[in-house]
């Protein structure tokens, strides 16, 4: 198990095993982002290798006219913006494929979000619908980026990944989400799933071909209905908007953690520890202890306001 520093500092060794302590707290902005306390695991279990990945990244832009002549209602004496990126993928494919193509839709979502990136807005009606326009933009040029790369070699042929990512930009998570690794959200004690899977079982449930208790244990429960990279006509993403509040704790996932722990099992871990890092650790435990078939991939974060202790 290896500790590390904040996002990106052990970004050669993101997919071993590691843990990554909490990062840095961001400077604000003038519209002041949520601060994140996290921890991230993953480890490949059962499994010969990891085929998982995750990221939690700060995108950050700063502007300091430190000399001008330039009228101040013309130009901004100071701007800093700052928002946080979280994502898991669980690669599918033989041999590499899986675990190039979880890491291909991570660094390619870094690449694209930071092409779109608009800065200097405040999160009115007009933005946020813009914002989520170009969010799934960013998904669906992973998926193409995904297909593409899988074309140019018989050993990626096939691959693909779920993805479940999140932009968090001042008091708002926006969350992207395609297969069946998870988001959760908890506030107050109760826990709220975000994300619905897409997989077979889960679909007849919604149709109401079978009952909602009986997906656990479907034959179907791990077939993918939506991935990234399978050449779907039109991909379909799905696309959360959610309001932050101090004190909120957000819980990313591959199926390797939830094929093993149910949600009020998940609730009472995140409930019982007051540091992101001792609840990570015991959720993987846990998952591996029950001898989960997968790799098991967490990332925990819990939100501070700005100027709260």
Not at 97 to 123: D, K, P, T
Not at 192 to 204: F, I, K, P, Y
Not at 272 to 288: Q, Y
Request: charged share 25%; aromatic share 4%; proline share 4%.
């Amino acid at each position: 198990m290896d500790k590390g520093g904040p996002a990106g500092a052990q970004s050669r060794h993101f997919r071993h095993d590691d843990v990554h302590p909490p990062g840095p707290a961001p400077r604000f902005a003038s519209a002041p982002t949520m601060a994140l306390r996290w921890c991230a695991r993953s480890e490949r279990g059962r499994r010969p290798d990891n085929e998982d990945s995750y990221l939690v990244g700060r995108v950050h832009r700063a502007f300091d006219a430190l000399g001008t002549n330039v009228p101040d209602s013309a130009l901004p004496r100071r701007l800093e913006q700052d928002g946080w990126l979280l994502g898991v993928a669980d690669g599918l494919g033989g041999a590499s494929a899986g675990e190039v193509a979880s890491a291909l839709a991570l660094s390619a979502g870094v690449r694209f979000v930071l092409s779109e990136v608009r800065w200097n807005f405040r999160l009115g009606e007009a933005d946020l619908g813009g914002l989520r326009e170009r969010a799934e933009r960013v998904f669906r040029s992973i998926d193409t980026e995904i297909s593409a790369r899988a074309s140019e070699s018989a050993d990626l042929f096939g691959m693909g990944t779920t993805l479940t990512a999140a932009y968090v930009i001042e008091r708002l998570l926006l969350l992207l989400h395609v297969g069946d690794s998870r988001a959760y959200l908890m506030r107050g004690g109760r826990l709220r799933r975000l994300t619905h899977d897409h997989t077979v079982a889960q679909s007849l449930a919604d149709q109401g071909a079978i009952r909602q208790d009986e997906v656990e244990g479907h034959r179907l429960r791990h077939v993918l209905e939506r991935a990234m990279g399978r050449d779907q006509r039109e991909l379909e993403i799905e696309v959360v908007v959610e309001p932050l509040e101090h004190g909120d704790r957000l819980l990313f996932s591959t199926d390797g953690l939830t094929e093993a722990l149910g949600d009020d099992e998940i609730a009472a871990i995140l409930g019982a520890h007051a540091t992101e890092e001792r609840a990570c650790l015991e959720l993987v435990d846990r998952a591996l202890a029950r001898g989960t078939s997968d790799n098991v991939t967490v990332v925990v974060a819990t939100c501070a306001a700005p100027g709260a202790a």
